[in-house]
């Protein structure tokens, strides 16, 4: 199966300018993830999809960042104005469930992709 | 909230030597506790999975243990190759929060040849 496509995977702009990163999941997966990784540390959560409906946005500056997935497939992640310490990989990650029930084995085993890296100057 | 540790932050070791990477999490109620890979500029892969009923996963070399009473978990690694060299990251997800997980900061692993 194809893995999860993630876009652009590296961009450099400076302080207060904006950019957008986009993301595909595997097919049939319902949840989707965006997490930020910053140089040298563990992935963080920004923000979970459940289909087309946030689960999760405790963690994400709703000030700069912002985050959408239309038809409960494809999802962008947005930054705006965009700050020095923004400078990270952003990874989008999928997995066929996000719940907690009584789910098939592996179904909570979350696929990422290659991450965007973002360097803000 | 769960918080996840992972000591050491870096490991060097020589060929063929077994090895045992440590996780440990703060929240007993954990719902499953999945170990990835990560090479340098790439993504991560999941190598194993343990579900809260679960106490350990094997796939090939590699063996993970979880111990919900003391809130740890560890990754062995038998008969290490210099392939196997990365970063090990351990995270957790509770029973609030399901697939949503925590991830430790990473064992970064070397294996000399």
């Known amino acids: 199966e194809a893995g999860v496509a993630q876009s652009p995977r590296y961009k450099i702009i400076e302080k207060r300018q904006s950019v957008a990163f986009w993301c595909n999941p595997i097919s049939g997966h319902a949840t989707l993830y965006w997490y930020q990784q910053i140089l040298g540390q563990g992935p963080k959560l920004l923000i979970q999809?459940?289909?087309?409906?946030?689960?999760?946005d405790s963690q994400l500056p709703k000030d700069r960042f912002s985050a959408e997935r239309l038809k409960g497939v494809d999802s962008t992640l947005k930054i705006q104005p965009a700050k020095l310490e923004d400078s990270a990989v952003y990874l989008c990650?999928?997995?066929?469930?996000?719940?907690?029930?009584?789910?098939?084995?592996?179904?909570?085993?979350?696929?990422f992709g290659a991450g965007s890296r973002l360097t803000v100057l | 909230k769960q918080e996840v540790t992972q000591i050491p932050a870096a490991l060097s070791v020589p060929e063929g030597e077994n090895l045992v990477l440590n996780c440990s999490f703060t929240d007993s109620a954990i719902y499953n506790l999945q170990w990835f890979r990560q090479d340098p500029g790439k993504g991560l892969t999941s190598l194993l999975l343990?579900?809260?009923?679960?106490r350990e996963q094997t796939s090939g070399r590699l063996n993970a243990s979880l111990d919900k009473s003391s809130g740890r978990s560890t990754l062995y690694i038998a008969a290490s190759q210099p392939g196997d060299s990365a970063t090990y990251l351990c995270a957790g997800g509770s029973e609030t929060s399901g697939s949503r997980l925590t991830f430790g900061e990473g064992t970064q692993l070397t294996v000399n040849p």
């Open positions: 999809f459940q289909n087309n409906g946030v689960v999760d």
């Open positions: 990650a999928s997995s066929l469930d996000g719940g907690r029930g009584q789910v098939p084995s592996g179904a909570n085993v979350l696929t």
């Open positions: 343990i579900q809260s009923s679960q």
